[in-house]
């Protein structure tokens, strides 16, 4: 256990930590350094993160070091960096004793470094300071090692100061990894007490557990428990550790990361965040696992193939596996059939779910307008209601108050950018409750926000106002009074329910105006005019109409050539599958998302 050290990096989002994984693998051995070029974001391997260039789930690998003449067994879990995902950052840190903080040379300290450093200062990390990027030609150290000073305390010499692309210093943080972080704490004669940080599944091993040993061993042949369901035992049958592949070994140890299998095939018996000890010597107190996370986004989702429910459902469970923060229930709607009314984090925690379900389940899916949880005091009642799905809102003739959501943001910018963000803050009814100045350029604003401003377009909206320079970090604060109102949207007089929206009475007006301009480029001509208008009760406050059209795809075939002609029928089969007939009117499945994005967003 000595000779252990578990250790994750953290940083605001682009500041370097997947790269930084790669060199430390690299350098490390485990991949031949000369082969540099073809290495990059290693540890992301989710389709979605190498062309995005985001991390979305933690990774982790073990690697080996040699200091002062001693193996040393490195185990790192690289995390992500986006405001969503800070939730795989604090389970990421429950299993580690130590935290590389990484600071990007040209940018400084952001929003996500602020509250990624205290999420691990809270746990007792020992923290190693890093500044990246030092060869960037912007590159500003001084002003750097001046914030992490007035930040948190950071001495000059506490700092390093690498390269993640070119590979300075990094045998020198090697060296400090193993120097300041702690060895694990625990117990190998004590029972078997692991921690469940992570899942995924395996059609023919089951469910793979990702665990961290806090005390006892794991080996090939043990039953075991999780902890929360007693009842279940699962007898061992491949423990190992992750070196960017599975490498199966004999037993794990007090203080090691790795993983076993154990034929689980129900996906719900393995939880993230449970403790697993064994039958015949049980640890008496599971650990303290981790928060439940709250979502603050719903939306449904539903096949667009009501055949694909089944489908569908399995996919759920598999995607709930490993990324505990999605919840969901079932769901119906008169249009849509059966499907999920689902929470997320955020818009890019439900962007990513989505494309998950199409990369790797195949499964084609509507989403509704996502919303938050509004709260609703009913008239002559004490009663306090939440609604998390706008066809629940009650008649506005019952309604006494209503209320939404707020956040604290935090905003660090450059002093140029200040009045933009201003600006920005104020026109999505922002508070403001501070500004302080971090160093002489850079200054952290903090607003009160609805978050349903927030988590439509207020991220891109930052970034493109401050020209990228504007980063972003906010938290739940709690409910506070507003005027709301439903709106609806009828097309060809129909009321689409998935389309419904609760939203600020206050700029109604201009949300139902937006939404039926958009849908009217966005649904395609019918064969008769097709009336959109959106709704407040029986107010109509905004229309469009789209005019008829036929599009004849036989118009260019003359003569009698039947297969060609039976080819273009099919073609346009093909294409009407992406559309969803709603009473006499199709519209494709992504109308649903796509009226959320303003012009803004598409411009950019
Ligand atoms: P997320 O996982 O999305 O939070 O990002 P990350 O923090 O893992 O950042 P990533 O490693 O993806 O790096 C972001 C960008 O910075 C990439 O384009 C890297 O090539 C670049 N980068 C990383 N380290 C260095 C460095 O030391 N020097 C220079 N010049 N560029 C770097």
């Not at 992301?44 to 995005?52: A, G, N, P, S």
């Not at 809102?393 to 604290?408: A, G, L, N, Q, S």
Request: charged share 30%; net charge negative.
């Amino acid at each position: 256990m000595k000779n252990i050290r578990n250790f994750c990096i953290i940083a605001h989002i682009d500041h370097g930590k997947t790269t930084l994984a790669d060199r430390l693998i690299e350098w490390t051995g485990l991949l031949p350094k000369e082969e540099k070029e073809k290495h990059k974001q290693i540890l992301d391997t989710m389709e979605i993160e190498k062309e995005r260039g985001i991390t979305i789930k933690s990774q982790t690998v073990r690697l080996t070091h040699n200091f002062d003449g001693k193996d040393y067994i490195l185990n790192l879990i690289d995390t992500p960096g986006h405001v969503d995902f800070t939730y795989e950052v604090s389970r990421a840190l429950k299993a580690c004793e130590g935290a590389i903080l990484v600071v990007d040379a040209s940018q400084g300290i952001e929003a996500q470094t602020l509250s990624n450093f205290y999420l691990a200062f809270n746990e007792n990390l020992e923290i190693i300071p890093v500044i990246n990027k030092i060869d960037l030609p912007n590159a500003d150290i001084n002003m750097c090692l001046e914030e992490l000073n007035n930040e948190f305390g950071y001495k000059k010499e506490e700092v390093l100061l690498i390269s993640a692309k070119n590979g300075t210093n990094i045998d020198i943080l090697l060296d400090e990894i193993v120097k300041r972080i702690p060895p694990p704490r625990g117990d190998e004669k004590n029972p078997l007490k692991a921690l469940v940080f992570d899942a995924i599944y395996d059609n023919y091993k089951g469910v793979i557990v990702y665990v961290r040993l806090f005390d006892g061993e794991l080996k090939v042949g043990d039953e075991i428990i999780f902890m929360s369901k007693e009842e279940k035992i699962f007898k061992v049958e491949e423990v190992g550790y992750i070196q960017l592949k599975f490498k199966p070994c004999e037993k794990l140890q007090t203080g090691e990361v790795g993983y076993f299998t154990a034929s689980i095939k129900n996906i719900s018996d393995a939880r993230i965040g449970d403790t697993v000890t064994t039958f015949y010597n049980k640890a008496l107190e599971p650990l303290e696992g981790y928060k439940e996370v709250k979502p603050y986004v719903f939306s449904s989702v539903f096949p667009v193939d009501p055949d694909e429910f089944e489908a569908l459902s399995f996919a759920m469970e598999k995607l709930k596996l490993n990324d505990p923060a999605l919840i969901y229930e079932k769901d119906n709607s008169l249009a849509l059939g059966f499907g999920f009314r689902c929470g997320f984090l955020g818009m890019l925690h439900l962007e990513v779910f989505t494309e998950r379900l199409s990369r790797e389940h195949n499964i084609d899916v509507i989403l509704t307008a996502p919303s938050v949880t509004y709260k609703v005091k009913l008239k002559n009642s004490e009663e306090v209601i939440f609604i998390d799905n706008p066809i629940k809102f009650p008649d506005p003739v019952e309604i006494e108050e209503t209320y939404e959501p707020y956040v604290k943001a935090e905003i660090v910018v450059t002093s140029e950018y200040i009045g933009n963000c201003i600006s920005l803050a104020e026109s999505a009814r922002g508070v403001q409750i501070g500004i302080t100045y971090i160093d002489s350029k850079r200054v952290l604003l903090e607003y009160e926000i609805p978050l349903a401003e927030i988590i439509y377009n207020f991220y891109d909206r930052l970034k493109s106002i401050s020209k990228g320079y504007a980063s972003l970090d906010y938290h739940i604060i709690g409910y506070k009074e507003s005027k709301l109102v439903k709106l609806d949207i009828l097309v060809a007089h129909e009321k689409i329910d998935a389309f419904s929206q609760i939203v600020y009475e206050g700029s109604a007006v201009y949300k139902g105006r937006q939404i039926v301009e958009r849908l009217k480029d966005i649904i395609p001509r019918q064969q008769f005019p097709v009336a959109l208008q959106a709704a407040i009760g029986n107010k109509i406050i905004a229309r469009e109409t789209i005019s008829a059209f036929r599009k004849d795809v036989l118009a260019k075939c003359y003569g009698g050539d039947i297969t060609r002609k039976r080819k273009l029928l099919e073609k346009q089969k093909e294409g009407k599958k992406k559309l969803k007939r709603f009473g006499k009117v199709d519209i494709p499945q992504d109308a649903f998302v796509k009226i959320l994005k303003t012009s803004e967003d598409e411009n950019k």
